[in-house]
């Protein structure tokens, strides 16, 4: 059965006819009559010395002329297009023009096939740290359990939402689900009498839903960010510094990657079952409303009562893969918490061997959250074990990773990476973090991920609209951060190697997020001319309530969904081409939704594109 997230009520009817905001009061958006011609470009820009690429959808199946304009209009270059044919995933027929030996840095430039003319666009040394940024301050509006401050998050002050306070029901108090209740939802009777504080963390999505093996993922990928780039430029970069992002701990003397990524952290911790319990150390896998909220609403207005679901293997493993690479970062700067942490990933990584098969089962998406059933655990074994052994190098980490049947398995697929399969991140960790893993291993694992990357570089040299994503089975939910993922698997390829190959491919495949697709849509909320900003998310609903903020410059969208699951993709986008099957409507949630740990991957790879750029690793 599919899962319906939401009652078909008055308000979808509403959010379906009401596409076409556009503008609110200081704050310029995107307009609908933006909407691109046939030349798709990255809308932010290219680098001067990276590739530059563009596509144009044409028919004819010859060559066709191009030119490169700057403000003023004068030629710069010119040349004859590249025709691909008809694109797999787009259904289009496509050219693709390469100006990349154009290196003067302007703003204004277009491109310009049979009397069309592309967007304006920029050619510069540096485009990235400002998207690092915004993707990495998302974090700070979406926490849960603290007001806001509206000066630090413009437009998004608020006060603290699941905080205890009347009409919330949690999450300062949490009880189990009930025992009738888990039996008819999950089909098993597991419940606890006990309550929990679960304040803190960050709201999952568009729904107010906390659940452990997001959250797991998304922590970890911001912290690999930071970790990445303290690795690979010795924290010569904002990417470590405090001071990068827009969050209240900016200026603490502590990295602000690190404050953020602790306010996660220290939820995940609290989702454990305490001491004394038949299974503590355990970790519930959720925490959310009894049922789907009908609309707009800022968190504190949330009257559903809040429920803990029962612990599981995944969530458990989550939090001691986590917990065991926050204890390696913070080391530095609180050593009791450090070591709090390594303790927590040791009794979560016990408690999991000792209750291998507790599976979130699959529910049917009616109550209030969603499901995130995960069936197969050897990969979060394998993460936890991973993280464990590059913090403590104990041995005994490394007899568990060997013992893995994941330890010399391809695991870097076309979508390889995500909250449900985790091993291809435990690849990449244990690929360029330094450890005392023997040489001959370290190589093994290092080929496997230029082997990954070399398959994603020869995808995108088939691809009409230059991305490396090429899915087995068709556009997954929250394909943008499946393209974005493979795009970090070929970042680690280039850290490892130096190879300029893979760098080049990564930025290349940056187009496609920004604007270089079959949507001609920049999918990152205030990033190029014609860019979503209608994302399903409950206080940021600006698109069907003016009286919301939009989502947060920096939000990523979604996606393309090849099987769109919600009312207004269902209606609006029957029969679509997989790469077409997105809709920037608010009501589309299977399509364009924002979501934590598609943002920690969007942060991930803007850090490592900032820092990569000319002259970045000095002066950013
Ligand atoms: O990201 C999740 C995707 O992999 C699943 O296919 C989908 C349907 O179960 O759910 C997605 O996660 C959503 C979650 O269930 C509820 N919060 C919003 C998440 C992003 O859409």
């Given at each position: 059965m599919v899962p319906r997230r939401f009652p078909q009520n008055l308000f979808f009817a509403l959010i379906i006819a009401s596409a076409g905001v556009s503008i609110f009061a200081g704050h310029p958006v995107a307009q609908d009559n933006d909407v691109p011609g046939m030349i798709r470009v990255n809308q932010l820009g290219y680098l001067t010395d990276g590739p530059k690429r563009a596509t144009v959808v044409h028919d004819g199946a010859n060559p066709v002329n191009w030119r490169l304009v700057d403000a003023n209009g004068a030629e710069v270059a010119a040349g004859d297009t590249l025709p691909m044919g008809r694109d797999r995933a787009s259904t289009l027929n496509v050219h693709t023009i390469?100006?990349?030996?154009?290196?003067?840095?302007?703003?204004?430039?277009?491109?310009?096939?049979?009397?069309?003319?592309?967007?304006?666009?920029?050619?510069?040394?540096?485009?990235?740290?400002?998207?690092?940024?915004?993707?990495?301050?998302?974090?700070?509006?979406?926490?849960?359990?603290?007001?806001?401050?509206?000066?630090?998050?413009?437009?998004?002050?608020?006060?603290?939402?699941?905080?205890?306070?009347?009409?919330?029901?949690?999450?300062?108090?949490?009880?189990?689900?009930?025992?009738?209740?888990?039996?008819?939802?999950?089909?098993?009777?597991?419940?606890?009498?006990y309550r929990l504080d679960v304040s803190g963390g960050w709201y999952d999505a568009g729904d107010f839903g906390k659940y452990v093996v997001n959250g797991g993922i998304a922590v970890a990928q911001l912290m690999g960010a930071y970790e990445r780039s303290l690795n690979v430029l010795k924290g010569q970069s904002a990417t470590t510094g405090d001071g990068l992002l827009r969050i209240p701990e900016a200026g603490n003397g502590v990295p602000d990657i690190l404050d953020e990524a602790r306010w996660e952290l220290d939820f995940l911790v609290s989702m454990r079952v305490p001491a004394g319990e038949p299974l503590a150390g355990m970790v519930h896998h959720k925490v959310h409303g009894e049922k789907w909220l009908p609309g707009p609403m800022?968190?504190?207005?949330?009257?559903?009562?809040?429920?803990?679901?029962?612990?599981?293997?995944?969530?458990?493993?989550n939090l001691a893969a986590v917990a065991a690479q926050g204890a390696r970062l913070f080391a530095p700067y609180d050593a009791k918490y450090s070591e709090g942490l390594l303790a927590v990933a040791k009794r979560a990584y016990a408690a999991a061997e000792a209750h291998p098969d507790m599976i979130a089962p699959y529910s049917d998406g009616q109550n209030g959250g969603g499901d995130y059933h995960d069936p197969e655990v050897s990969d979060?074994?394998?993460?936890?074990?991973?993280?464990?052994?590059?913090?403590?190098?104990?041995?005994?980490?490394?007899?568990?990773?060997?013992?893995?049947?994941?330890?010399?398995?391809?695991?870097?697929?076309?979508?390889?990476?995500n909250w449900?399969?985790?091993?291809?991140?435990?690849?990449?960790?244990?690929?360029?973090?330094?450890?005392?893993?023997?040489?001959?291993?370290?190589?093994?694992?290092?080929?496997?991920?230029?082997?990954?990357?070399?398959?994603?570089?020869?995808?995108?040299?088939?691809?009409?609209?230059?991305?490396?994503?090429?899915?087995?089975?068709?556009?997954?939910?929250?394909?943008?951060?499946s393209v974005i993922e493979n795009m970090i698997v070929t970042a680690v390829a280039?850290?490892?190697?130096?190879?300029?190959?893979?760098?080049?491919?990564?930025?290349?495949?940056?187009?496609?997020?920004?604007?270089?697709n079959a949507m001609g849509i920049s999918y990152v909320t205030g990033y190029g001319t014609h860019y979503a900003h209608r994302q399903f998310a409950l206080m940021f609903a600006h698109s069907v309530d003016p009286s919301f903020p939009e989502p947060p410059r920096g939000a990523l969208a979604g996606g393309p969904n090849g099987q769109p699951a919600d009312p207004v993709a269902e209606a609006k986008l029957r029969g679509c081409a997989p790469q077409a099957c997105y809709i920037d409507e608010f009501g589309s949630y299977s399509t364009n939704e924002i979501a934590i740990n598609w943002n920690a991957a969007l942060s991930w790879i803007a850090a490592f594109l900032a820092d990569t750029e000319t002259g970045s690793a000095t002066s950013n």
């Open positions: 390469d100006f990349s030996s154009v290196s003067v840095e302007g703003a204004g430039y277009r491109l310009e096939v049979d009397n069309e003319e592309s967007i304006a666009f920029t050619i510069a040394d540096r485009l990235y740290g400002g998207l690092r940024t915004d993707a990495m301050s998302y974090f700070y509006p979406v926490r849960s359990g603290v007001a806001i401050d509206g000066k630090i998050a413009e437009r998004y002050g608020r006060p603290a939402g699941h905080a205890g306070v009347l009409p919330n029901k949690g999450d300062t108090d949490v009880p189990c689900l009930g025992t009738r209740k888990a039996r008819k939802i999950l089909g098993q009777a597991i419940s606890c009498d800022l968190p504190d207005q949330d009257p559903e009562q809040r429920v803990l679901y029962p612990p599981s293997t995944a969530a458990t493993l979060e074994f394998y993460w936890a074990a991973a993280e464990l052994y590059l913090t403590t190098g104990e041995d005994e980490w490394y007899e568990r990773l060997k013992a893995s049947p994941l330890w010399r398995e391809r695991v870097l697929t076309s979508d390889g990476i449900r399969e985790t091993a291809g991140w435990a690849r990449l960790q244990l690929a360029s973090v330094s450890s005392k893993l023997p040489q001959q291993e370290l190589d093994w694992i290092r080929g496997s991920v230029r082997a990954a990357a070399d398959t994603f570089l020869a995808v995108q040299r088939g691809e009409g609209f230059g991305l490396m994503y090429r899915p087995q089975g068709g556009y997954g939910w929250g394909s943008n951060h280039y850290d490892i190697s130096g190879k300029p190959e893979y760098l080049k491919g990564v930025r290349e495949s940056m187009d496609y997020i920004l604007g270089r």
